[in-house]
């Protein structure tokens, strides 16, 4: 079976502010037909620019949001007829993480250890653990949430989905805010919780050594559609000119305009 299965996939938005009664403006095409599927264990990586699709595909493999069209499947699971079994095996992070702001890390970490059904002790010292080695100051740990800065506060989210195991990680920009040695930390438990658990990950990304780090495969997104999907090494052979996944994504994202009669032939 496949950790992930998208077929066609298709996904519009309506503007805000498209009033039934005004002229209708145009919709939003985020995603407009991608399928791929994904290996149990296998870390997938999604690079494309801004606003090219990869948090909607991630949001819609969440049950966040619903496909126009298309098949998106969790272990065999429809996203859209079996959202509650999906979202027993998933667990998402994303720079908008969702935190009770007034409660500190440690109670929202105990709330989401309560809700997945841990042991509440071993929960919280594991959280702690975690939380300590990616370098949030131990006073921090009882403070507000709203009291941290963004990197912090993306780390208990981190630490959070840790905590969880989930059989399958979405990860939207799990290190974009974070300084070089925290991202390093992040990296490090990613590629820790892989070899333990045997976690499927899809990971999205702007940074590119990270990408060729983590990834098996990567996807490459622009305006909705996989114009590439390989091994990082492979990408960058194949379209990087010897000169590494970031030529590649420089190449196939549409700097380099020659491509395009390649990629459409
Ligand atoms: N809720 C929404 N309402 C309207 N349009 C949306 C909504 N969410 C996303 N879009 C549009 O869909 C497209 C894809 O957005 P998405 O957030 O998936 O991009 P992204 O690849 O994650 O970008 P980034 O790298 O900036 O995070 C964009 O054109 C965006 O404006
Ligand atoms: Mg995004």
Redesign the pocket.
Known sequence: MYAIECLDVQKQ?R??GDHPWRRRKEK?T?LAGISFTVEEGECFGIL??????????IRLISTLLVPDAGVVRVFGHDVTKAPHEVRRLIHRVSVEASFFKKLSAQENLDYASGLYGLDRMAARQRAQEILLRLGLPKDKIRAPLEEMSRGQQQKVAIARALLTSPTLLLLD?PTTGLDPRSRRDVQEFIEEIRATDRTTIIL?T?DMQEAQRLCDRVAI?RG?QFIALDTPTNLAARYGGGNGLEAAFLALSGEDLSLEEELEA
């Open positions: 938005f503007p805000e939003v985020a494309g620019p801004n606003g090219s699709g990869k948090s909607t595909l920009e999205s702007h997104i909705g």
